[in-house]
């Protein structure tokens, strides 16, 4: 299906991982196609208007497939990495938003002189303030022994109304007719990757950083510390004789600066300005795209494109197979229950061969 | 519009707001007690409204509430299908079910009111006015002169109270949060357990939504719940996992949300998100350890049998 799986292939448990996937996959389609048929709709008709939507042809599958992929691929590799070590980081679409505005505002500004600079800056600020996000549940987490589901949860809604306050006010537009940003110099465009298309840098960044978390994971030994709290934080600590608090800073950190890239990178690459609602949820499918990755990156850059996809093809389906494309999230839904279920099914069988 | 008035309308929309945001909370406050956090109740809400919305139209108001509550809680029966009977992780199946809800609600919608969603108009439940205690200045026209929902919501407080801390089944929930491994040891059936309490959550939930389609707006929309399912678990941990608690956070963040209407009819020009933001600030705090201790049951999101 890709090069990801193919270099994975030969390892048993990532095998039986890309079977459980596609199963999940192929069973989330006979589901879908089941409550089309019910709901009215000729399932046929459906798939075929969203493959259409989606990669069709080579514009729509680059400028809007992999265009839509680019925040979910960040955002999932957030996810996919703080997972791998047990920390359940659901705070990406808070994280998300702590990038874009330190981004937008930094890129606002910085003085004309700064234009060569203007991209790493804004995207170091964007990755600082994402990390700086994460650092609070980090903190509560490893301090208090709070549990950061809830405070990940809970600085979502901080940064969506930061969001909403600095867009309201201090950086709304100087027209002062809507509530977003000015637009972003063009020093702080990101370049188009294709020529004649809507695809930018970003998406390339997300595949250097899913290949560098990758190499991190499987060859160091931070990444080896991270794969062993995920796999027991008890056997982590008595067996590798190492606290898993830096680990879970660690993750933290490098999960939030991820999530922080995603949001400022679709700003510089797309919108090139911040409003109310950047954002329709992506922090949240990024669970989605983690978890039908099996938390891989490499798998995570596959499945981004595979939900890119679902999203290109949504409005195609509306139009042309009269399918609504709240369709979309529910079939997100679908492939997330079923991704668990197989899950379980797996470990039931390994159980009851032990 | 005189200070007064603009304080007497305040209290009643804070009221108004918190009703919701309460019903959804004392629901969830059952349900993490048992062990299990749910956050597909953002999902209960939005079935629960439409399901209200669907019962109304059907029969009418009041039957829609039960609707509401019927849907609220079937959703909550799919997400403990999967996170409490096979296993599967509470936080990333409570994160599908919010998705698939807001999906799925959307679609049936469409399929039966039309791609533009035609303004709906719903019959509402009407307001009961209490006699004597309505009349109490400022308070009472905000608390007393309420759809059935908000004196639900009262009474739950008291009930849920009493249940939890006052009655062996009360005991056996808890135990089933606190440590499902002694809880299965006394003998209390843990699934069980766990999969009632968070259908109570749902049914909850879900009655939070129908007040939104059938006492607080009169119709139904796309994504009307607006988030309230996931307010309604940071009002869980502000309240403490206490029905009192809770029921005083749930007045706290509608006071918070009613704040930013009272500041626009007062011309008043301060940043209300930042108003918005405070209970969430607040909350972390609360979990942090600035008003004493407050903490999670130690065996919340924690699959059973692991």
Known sequence: ?354 | MTDLAALSSFVVAAVGLAVPLGLAALGETVSQRSGVINIGLEGSVIWGALGGALGALAVGPYWGLATGVLAGGLAALVFAGFAVRLGTDQIITGTAVTIGSLGFTGAVFQSRFGATGLALELQTVPAWEVPLLSRIPLLGPAFFDQAVTAYLAYAMVPLLGWFLFRTRWGLALRAAGESPEAAHAAGVPVVRTRMLAAVFGGAMAGLAGAHLSLVHTGTFAENMSAGKGFIAIAVVVLGRWRPWGVFAAALFFGGAEALQFTLQALDADLPYPLFLALPYVLSLAALAGWFGRSRAPEGLALPWPR
């Open chain 1, 1 to 354: 299906m890709s090069r990801g799986f193919s270099i994975t292939a030969r390892l048993r448990p990532e095998l039986v991982a890309t079977i459980t996937a596609t199963v999940a996959v192929i069973a989330t389609l006979a589901v879908a196609a089941t409550l089309l048929a019910l709901g009215g709709h000729s399932p046929g008709d459906a798939f075929a208007a969203l493959a259409r939507g989606a990669f069709g042809t080579w514009d729509r599958f680059v400028s809007f497939t992999l265009v839509r992929a680019t925040p979910l691929l960040l955002t999932g590799l957030a996810v996919a990495l703080a997972f791998r070590a047990r920390v359940w980081n659901i705070g990406a679409e808070g994280q998300l938003h702590a990038g874009a505005l330190a981004g937008v505002a930094v890129a606002l500004l910085l003085p004309g002189a700064g234009a060569v600079l203007a991209l790493p800056i804004t995207l170091l600020a964007a990755a600082a303030a994402g990390a700086l996000w994460a650092s609070v549940p980090a903190a509560m987490k490893t301090e208090m022994g709070v549990g950061e589901v809830i405070t990940t949860l809970l600085m979502n809604f901080v940064a969506l109304f930061l969001a909403q306050f600095l867009v309201q006010g201090p950086l709304r537009e100087s027209r002062g007719v809507f509530n977003q940003t000015d637009e972003i110099p063009a020093a702080a465009h990101l370049p188009a990757l294709l020529p004649d298309t809507r695809l930018h840098l970003g998406f390339l960044f997300g595949v250097v950083i899913a290949v560098t978390l990758w190499l991190f994971l499987t060859r160091t030994p931070g990444g080896f510390r991270i794969r062993a709290a995920g796999a027991s934080v008890r056997a982590a600590e008595v067996s590798g004789r190492f606290s898993v608090t830096p680990v879970i800073w660690l993750s933290f950190l490098a999960s939030g600066a991820i999530a922080g890239l995603a949001g400022w990178i679709q700003i510089a690459g797309v919108t090139h300005r911040m409003y109310e609602g950047l954002s329709p949820g992506w922090g949240y499918t990024a669970i989605a795209v983690a978890l039908l990755a099996r938390l891989h990156p490499l798998a995570v850059v596959v499945t981004a494109i595979v939900f890119g996809a679902l999203s290109a093809g949504g409005g195609a389906m509306q139009r042309e197979a009269g399918v609504p494309e709240v369709w979309v999230r529910g079939i997100e839904a679908l492939v997330i229950l079923a991704v668990l279920t197989a899950d379980r099914i797996v470990q039931g069988m390994a159980a009851s061969r032990d």
